[in-house]
């Protein structure tokens, strides 16, 4: 993908991450993303367009509120950072492909999502089916465009059984997993089932991993124990981000598994994803 075009992709994602932000603030206490405009939480004086710019007003504004210079909380230019870094990310992984619409609203959702989880200890419903519906018809969109239906019915079939797993562990132990964890598992499967079946997991295992050893270290640290809850659902979407960008070689690695004739692994593909 021509270097312009991932700077562009780039700064749209500053821009989705503002209205992440947005969405992180306002979604968990049930309030519209739309209305009224942004301002101040402390203040409720109204942000001014100059005010609201990704990154940049943060560090001019000194990370204070320019009304009542109340803090403005790190997690702002973090979101619009990492969202940014992830949708450049994204475009350098599948380049100029149809798919990439489809991975760039998950990876927001996602975001949104864990950022909800690691706050509230919440996956908002207003959040999670948005997703799944926008990455969805952007899948579909893709599948019309490249004639790749089988692919299209793997994600439905990975999504229906990411689903069907996470909520047979939920019935048989509630206490392992909040159902807002079984609905993100659903979205995970769509979301990477297109990348083929191995994919969503790869994120499952590599988010449950991630929790044990946060947890075993927190523990050790003696900052948590058996009973502390963890937002897991930001750890299910580290793993599937983590499945996006680098899970290729390690899928291949598995299919390919004593076979010496096999081709080595590509972390670009454009139609035919690994």
């Known amino acids: 993908m021509p270097p312009t075009l991932v700077l562009i992709i780039g700064l749209l994602g500053l821009a989705v991450g503002s209205f992440l932000n947005v969405a992180v603030s306002r979604v968990p206490a049930g309030l519209s993303v739309v209305r009224p405009r942004s301002a101040c939480p402390h203040c409720a004086t109204p942000i001014a367009p ?27 230019p973090l979101i619009e950072v990492l969202t940014a870094a992830l949708f450049a990310a994204e475009a350098l992984r599948f380049g100029p492909s ?24 919440l996956l908002p419903k207003r959040l999670l089916y948005p997703t799944l519906g926008l990455t969805a018809a952007c899948l579909l969109a893709a599948a019309a465009a490249t004639g790749q239906w089988d692919r299209l019915g793997m994600a439905a079939a990975c999504g229906t059984g990411g689903f069907a797993v996470f909520f047979a562990l939920h019935w048989v132990r509630p206490a392992w997993l909040g ?12 979301g990477l089932g297109w990348l083929g079946p191995w994919y969503p997991v790869f994120a499952l295992l590599a988010g449950s991993v991630a929790g ?26 580290s793993g599937a981000v983590a499945a996006i960008l680098v899970g290729a070689p390690v899928v291949h690695w598995y299919e390919t598994a004593g076979d010496p004739y096999a081709p080595a692994a590509s972390l670009t593909p454009v139609r035919d994803l690994p």
């Open 98 to 121: 149809e798919v990439l619409p489809a991975e760039l609203v998950f990876t927001a959702g996602l975001l949104a999502l864990a950022a909800c989880d690691a706050e509230h200890f």
């Open 179 to 190: 159902f807002g964890d079984v609905r993100l598992a659903g979205l995970l499967g769509t």
């Open 212 to 237: 044990l050893l946060v947890g075993i270290a927190l523990m050790a640290a003696g900052r948590a124990t058996r009973q502390t809850r963890l937002p897991f659902g930001v750890f299910l979407a």
């Open 50 to 76: 100059r005010d609201n710019i990704p990154v940049v007003s943060w560090l001019l504004l000194g990370r204070r509120c320019r009304a009542c210079r109340a803090p403005i909380p790190a997690r702002y």
